[in-house]
Structure formats: C-alpha cells, structure tokens
C-alpha cells in the first residue's frame, strides 16, 4: 500500500514564486521553532517517482515523506509569508549524473525540464530549536551561521530499487544532565522524528572529526557535553546522487519551504513517543567509547522486574548485599548493541567428583546463547581445555534437542605470553578489529587477590581452572569490548565490581571475593537466573519500537516485535529442564531422568521451574 499525499493545485503565482522568481519563498530554517512545518524538496524526473517514494518510506527516519506533487503537474503545498534578508544566497541545488553541477537562486531556465519531474516533500528536524529551549537550552548559532552542521555516516539506508546512500546526521552538544530531559522533550514535540539515532562517540557512526561536517558549519562539543545525532533530510543529496539521474533538483543545505503537510506514516509507524511505550529513557553502557543507549519507559521497567526477581537469596548467603540497580539493564542494552558475544562459564567447586563442574552455570549459559542465535549474533563459548569435551558434547546435545539452533564453536584458552589474551580478542592482534565486543562468565571461577581460586568453602582450586580471567582483563583495555559477570556468591568471574560488599557480606569473602571486574556486575540468587534474565532483557528490548528504530538508525523497515524465532528461543520451564538433566547427567555420572536433577544444590521442580515461569510472565506480559 502507497502512503503518497498529492499536492493540492495552488495559485499559479505560488507556483511561480517558488519555482521561476529569483526570491523564491523558501528561507534558511535550522534556527527557527514554531510556526508552518519547513521541509526541504528532491525533484526527479517523473519515471522515478515510485522508486524514490519507497526508498523515503523505507527509511523514515532521515527521509520523512510529507508528500510529492503529481506527475507532470505543478503542485505545491501553501507557504507560508515568511521574510527572508538573505534571498540572494542560492536555494536548490542542481545533479547532473550524481554530480552537483550548480547552486540555483531559481529553477526559472529549467521550466520545460520540471514538466516531467515530480517534486518530493520531506520533513527537516529543525523544530528540535523548540526542545532545546523546553529544557532551558539555547540553540548554539555556529560562528555566526545559521545552518547546523551535518555529517556523512558509514551506516547504510536500506537499498530500494538502485537508490543507495549513507546516512546523513546533525549533531547537537548536549550537557549530559540534560540528556534524558531533552530526547524526551524532542520526542513529545516531534513524534518518532524526534528521537536521535546516536548518542555518545561520533567515530561510532564512522564520523572521524566533528569540526569538519559535511554540510554546514561545525558547533563545537564542550568539556561535560555528549554529542548527540538526529538523522537529517540531507541524506536525499547523497541518495541523489548515488543514482546518478540525469537530471535532479534539491533544496539547497539549510533551505525549506513551509508547509502545513504533516508526516505521512505507513501501517508500521512505531507508536507515538507521548505513549507510555514510546517515553524514552537515556542510559549510559560504555565509556569507552563513550556510548548511551535508550529504551522505552516501560520495557525498562520490565528489566528492572526481572532484575528483582533473580534477586532473591534462596540460600540465605546474603547476595543481597552486593546487588548494584540497573546491572541487568546496562548489561542487557550493551548486548543488544553487540554483534559478537564470548560467553564462559563452568566452576569446578566439587574436586573430589570427575568431572568436578557445577551444575550451576551451563543451563544459563546455554539459554542466553540461544537467544543471542535467535538476534542473529556471533556467539562462542570459551572453558576449561580438561573440560571441554564434556561442553562440546553438552553444546551437540542442546542442538539435538532444539534447545540451540545451530552449533556453538567451544573455545579454549590457556594463557601463556603476554599477547595471548589480545590474540584471542582481536584479529590480528588489532585491537581496532575486535573479534568479540562483549564477554559474558556465568557462574565462572573467578581468580581472588592472591591469584588463586576459590570453592565457597576457601578451597583452592586453581589447579582447575584455565586463566580466562585474563581475557576480561585485556578486555578492559581495547576500546569496544564490554564484559558482564553473573555471580550468587562473589567469587564469580566478574564479581570484582562489588568485592568490597563480598569481603564484607559473604562468608570466607575475605578469602574468595573474586578480584576481577566486569563492566557489569548481574547478582542471581542462582547463577543460571541471571543468564535466563539476560535473554529475557534482550526479548523485551528487541520487542521495544524505541529501542529498535535506535538500534537500526531509523533505516530500513522495523523488526517484527516479538518474532516468532524469537519467542521459541525464549528461555521456558521445559528446555531449563532439558538443560539441567543434560548438565545432570554429564556431571554426575549415574542419575538417569529427571530424579533428584537440581542445579545449584536446588531441586528444579519447586523454585528453580517457578523462578523461569516468573521470569517469563514479565517478559511477555502485553506483548
């Protein structure tokens, strides 16, 4: 179905003064708020006009569509009177073969030309002046210029019908306590159009130096502000010409008519952003590179319900001292964003059994694994080399079961020179080429103080266990990469994030708190909660319209909230079970069935089966 708004004929002294006089009725608008919607123009020969209306449509986000004229008829919205002092700066831009040929004050001398043409209408951002000032922010006139700078992304608008470009962005410092007030301020003016697409390192986007945009003139980024982008309809030149037409006309950069068209939006619209499901809220998930992520207010609120259900202490050993708020959302939103994940898991705590493994660890290890499959991301599971039979075997086992949908590659790492780590991390050792951008330890080992690694009991176990810590601690050091520990004791890979609550908390914690710190720290009562919790966080993020259209730009159409792929790799009460008797069976030799199959020392019919049942009631609750 076509969502195209025919022009309504106008007066042909309208027509003229927008097309033939040399003082055409269009001004320079990214200063100004209020009034008549300005939008910027693309006229293409009339064969094209089909084509360019799906590519807008396509990509809604730099490029929305008001409307577009007639074929071979010259119709134009009402403009409003507005006054200009600087008419005899050129207004359109000509594209002969996608190469800009001619900055026009007038398309007069092309008036047998533009009978074949149709001319586009396309909604500008401008209006984000009106937020600036609702949060108590003045627009930042750049060196006395008018027209806010813009910068060419290497992020790709979806390709429809030869019509391919980058995305083009504006950029606004912001002050990082404004932040949150200011994307929702933008979005309650401006719908979707007003909700940014990047918040934090322009280099990100592949923007390498914002004193020098593309179009326009640069605003400079104060110590304590954020770069923050908003897609721009400047992304229609560079569609333009990348078509290499033969003929196009454009709005000049910073130039608009006005118009009272308003957005036109097809059936898959994301909701309204005044809508409880559309209120975004800005989150911070890396520093370096600096980095924040939104989300809707609800779905937010639904993660920081499952972060209180996994938090509950069944074996009363005081884990709810080392709870850190919002752990499970930050470590939930960097995932998201995450295109290669490394998980780990496996703590040998029985040494006297053969295999000595946990049966806590695996099942979350494998459930949040699942999922990632299920979001199309690379994801490798890294143990111990004695133990890695028994994983590959149990990682098979998962598939044959439906449980993964296709096979893990299961990793080993042993140390050895100093180089190893980033050897395992990086291609080429390059820490700019990042093989993995996020480690995960679900109920790992984690290496204490001295070196060595501990049971709850203070027994050593070092001899076990494979230094993958050291992993988490290159990690630290190569931009890109974030970590996240799952732990329900302390001495977790990762837990040294909250190590002073552990040594303070949790018994033997002066002994066995682990050392090493991950990014975010995710406290379970159960290990294997925390990983089922992250899947969930990631269904309900990737199930949020706001979180979505950040994820993809505001590019390409959106994705089906709540997939069906997605729903079936879920975590679920019967595949937990399916885990825990595969965990079961490869960890304690002799158990057949499901008799006695607990995890954690818990039995699974009873807390464990009512936890993931929990877990799932809020994730789907009016999806």
């Not at 079970?577 to 607990?598: A, C, D, F, Y």
Request: hydrophobic residues 40%; glycine residues 10%; aromatic residues 6%.
């Amino acid at each position: 179905m076509t969502f195209t708004r025919h022009l309504k004929s106008c007066p042909l002294s309208a027509i003229r003064s927008f097309i033939l006089r040399k003082k055409p009725n269009i001004r320079n608008m990214s200063g100004m708020a209020g009034g008549l919607r300005p939008a910027s123009i693309v006229a293409l020969h009339r064969s094209l006009a089909p084509a360019f209306e799906k590519f807008c449509q396509a990509n809604s986000g730099p490029l929305p569509l008001l409307g577009r004229s007639e074929p071979g008829k010259w119709t134009l919205p009402a403009l409003g009177a507005v006054s200009d002092t600087r008419m005899d700066r050129p207004q359109f831009r000509k594209y002969e073969f996608g190469a800009c040929t001619g900055s026009l004050t007038s398309l007069e001398e092309y008036l047998e030309q533009l009978k074949d043409m149709v001319t586009f209408f396309l909604g500008c951002s401008f209006s984000l002046e009106g937020a600036l000032e609702k949060v108590g922010l003045l627009g930042r006139d750049p060196a006395g210029h008018g027209h806010v700078g813009a910068y060419k992304t290497t992020v790709p608008c979806a390709t429809i019908a030869g019509f391919c470009c980058p995305l083009v962005v504006t950029m606004r410092p912001i002050p990082k306590d404004k932040l949150e007030g200011l994307v929702q301020a933008s979005c309650s003016m401006m719908g979707e159009q007003g909700q940014p697409i990047h918040i934090g390192d322009p280099e990100m986007l592949g923007i390498r130096d914002l004193s020098k945009p593309d179009y326009g003139h640069a605003v400079v980024c104060e110590p304590g502000e954020v770069p923050v982008f908003w897609p721009s309809p400047l992304t229609s030149l560079e569609a333009v010409s990348s078509y290499k037409t033969p003929l196009a006309f454009t709005s000049a950069p910073g130039c608009t008519v006005m118009t009272h068209l308003e957005d036109l939006k097809g059936p898959e619209a994301p909701a309204s952003c005044l809508t409880p499901e559309g209120i975004p809220e800005v989150v911070p998930i890396s520093q370096d590179p600096l980095h924040y992520s939104i989300a809707s207010a609800s779905a937010v609120q639904k993660i920081r319900e499952l972060e209180t259900i996994i938090g509950i202490d069944p074996g009363n050993r005081g884990v709810g001292h080392l709870l850190c708020k919002d752990e499970l959302l930050r470590a939930s939103l960097s995932l998201s964003h995450a295109r290669s994940v490394l998980i780990t898991t496996g703590f040998p705590t029985h040494f006297n059994h053969e295999p000595p493994e946990e049966t806590d660890g695996p099942p979350g290890a494998i459930a949040l694994a699942a999922f990632l499959q299920a979001l199309e991301k690379g994801v490798s599971l890294i143990v111990d080399q004695r133990a890695w039979s028994l994983f590959q075997k149990l990682v098979e086992e998962a598939v044959e079961r439906g449980v993964l949908k296709t096979q893990l590659p299961v990793l080993t790492y042993q140390g050895g020179s100093a180089g190893a780590a980033r050897a395992l991390l990086c291609d080429d050792r390059d820490p700019k080429s990042p093989r993995f951008d996020h480690l995960v330890a679900i109920e790992r080992t984690g290496r204490a103080a001295d070196g060595n690694y501990y049971n709850a009991r203070k027994m050593n176990i070092k001899h076990l266990v494979d230094p993958i810590d050291d992993l988490f601690l290159a990690a630290q050091k190569i931009p890109g990469i974030s970590s996240t520990g799952v732990g329900d004791g302390g001495n977790e890979l990762g837990m040294g994030k909250v190590k002073e609550a552990v040594k303070s908390h949790i018994r033997n914690g002066d002994v066995i708190a682990c050392d090493v710190e991950a990014d975010f720290a995710v406290i379970a009562g159960v290990s294997t909660w925390g990983g089922c919790a992250l899947a969930c966080a990631l269904y309900i993020l990737n199930s949020c319209e706001v979180h979505g259209r950040y994820l993809r730009k505001a590019t390409g159409p959106p994705r089906a909230a709540g997939a069906q792929n997605w729903t079936e790799a879920l975590p679920s009460v019967s595949k937990e079970k399916t885990l825990g008797i595969l965990v079961q069976h490869k960890v304690r030799s002799g158990v057949s069935g499901n008799v006695g199959m607990e995890v954690d020392g818990l039995p699974f019919h009873g807390t464990h089966a009512q936890m993931i049942q929990k877990l799932l009631d809020v994730t789907m609750v009016h999806m």
